[in-house]
C-alpha cells in the first residue's frame, strides 16, 4: 500500500463549477500537508500549505485536513479555464523516526475546466 | 535572482553513460530533494538532505547517486545501472522540518 494515495482522475469540469481533490495517507507521522499546482512541462508551484486539522481558505482555494480520517482535501470555487493542471498533494512527517523530513506526493489528479 | 536553478532543462545520454543534473539554490534552504516523474505516476523520490554531507535514499534510489558538499548545490548522478532513466527530474528545497518546499523547472532527461 502506497504511503498516499490521490484519487488519480482525470477530472472534467465546466468553468464556475466547484472541485473536489482528495488525497488519504497511511502513515500517522504526517504532520504538515501542501497542495501543488503543475502546468505542463513545469515544476510544481505552491498552492496551499497547513498542519492543522481544519480548514484554510485564500481565495477561491480551500484545503481541508482532518487527521483522524487521514483524509485532505482541496476545493477550488469558481473554476476557470487557467486552473487547467496537474494537482498534487505532498505530505511532510513530523520530527524524529524513520520518516524525518521525507517529503512525500500523491500521484496527481489532471483538472480540466472548459469554457 | 534568488530561487532553485536546475540545468541543464533538455539532456540527451546514449545507454552506458552516467550523466550528473545540476541543482543550485540561493534560498539558504537546508533541505533539498530530488524527484522523478513519469507520466501518470505523480513525483517518486529519489534521495533527500536535511544538511550537508548527509543525504538519504528515497524510494527509487537504485541506480542513482548524489552528494551534498555545499548547502547551495545537490547535484543528481544518473549511472549505467539506472534500466529506464527517461524521466523529468525536478530537485526541491525547504527551509526546515515544518515548511513548505519549493521546485526547480525540472531536468527532462532522454535516453538515445
Known amino acids: 500500500q502506497k504511503e498516499v494515495e490521490q484519487d488519480p482522475g482525470p477530472l472534467s469540469v465546466p468553468e464556475g463549477a466547484i472541485v473536489s481533490l482528495n488525497c488519504t495517507y497511511s502513515?500517522?507521522?504526517?504532520?504538515?500537508f501542501m497542495w501543488y499546482r503543475q502546468y505542463s512541462r513545469k515544476g510544481p508551484e505552491l498552492l496551499m500549505y497547513?498542519?492543522?486539522?481544519g480548514n484554510k481558505e485564500d481565495g477561491r482555494f480551500t484545503a481541508q485536513v482532518d487527521k483522524s480520517s487521514k483524509y485532505i482535501s482541496l476545493f477550488i470555487r469558481d473554476s476557470q479555464p487557467s486552473d487547467s493542471a496537474n494537482y498534487l498533494c505532498?505530505?511532510?512527517?513530523?520530527?524524529?523516526?524513520?520518516?524525518?523530513?521525507?517529503?512525500?506526493f500523491g500521484q496527481g489528479t489532471i483538472l480540466t475546466v472548459h469554457p | 535572482d534568488g530561487g532553485i536553478t536546475q540545468s541543464p532543462k533538455y539532456l540527451f545520454r546514449k545507454e552506458g553513460q552516467n550523466v550528473t543534473l545540476s541543482c543550485e539554490q540561493n534560498?539558504?534552504?537546508?533541505?533539498m530533494y530530488w524527484y522523478r516523474q513519469d507520466p501518470g505516476q505523480g513525483l517518486r523520490l529519489i534521495y533527500y538532505?536535511?544538511?550537508?554531507?548527509?543525504?538519504q535514499k528515497g524510494d527509487i534510489a537504485e541506480g542513482y547517486s548524489v552528494s551534498r558538499e555545499k548547502k547551495e548545490s545537490f547535484p543528481l548522478t544518473v549511472t549505467s545501472a539506472q534500466k529506464n532513466p527517461t524521466a523529468f527530474y525536478l530537485c526541491?528545497?525547504?527551509?526546515?522540518?515544518?515548511?513548505?518546499?519549493?521546485f526547480g523547472q525540472g531536468t527532462r532527461l532522454t535516453v538515445v
Open positions: 502513515n500517522s507521522a504526517f504532520q504538515y
Open positions: 538532505s536535511q544538511i550537508v554531507n548527509d543525504f
Open positions: 497547513t498542519y492543522s486539522s
Open positions: 526541491a528545497t525547504a527551509g526546515g522540518w515544518y515548511t513548505e518546499a519549493f
Open positions: 534560498l539558504n534552504h537546508d533541505a
Open positions: 505532498a505530505m511532510r512527517a513530523n520530527a524524529g523516526g524513520t520518516s524525518y523530513g521525507k517529503l512525500t
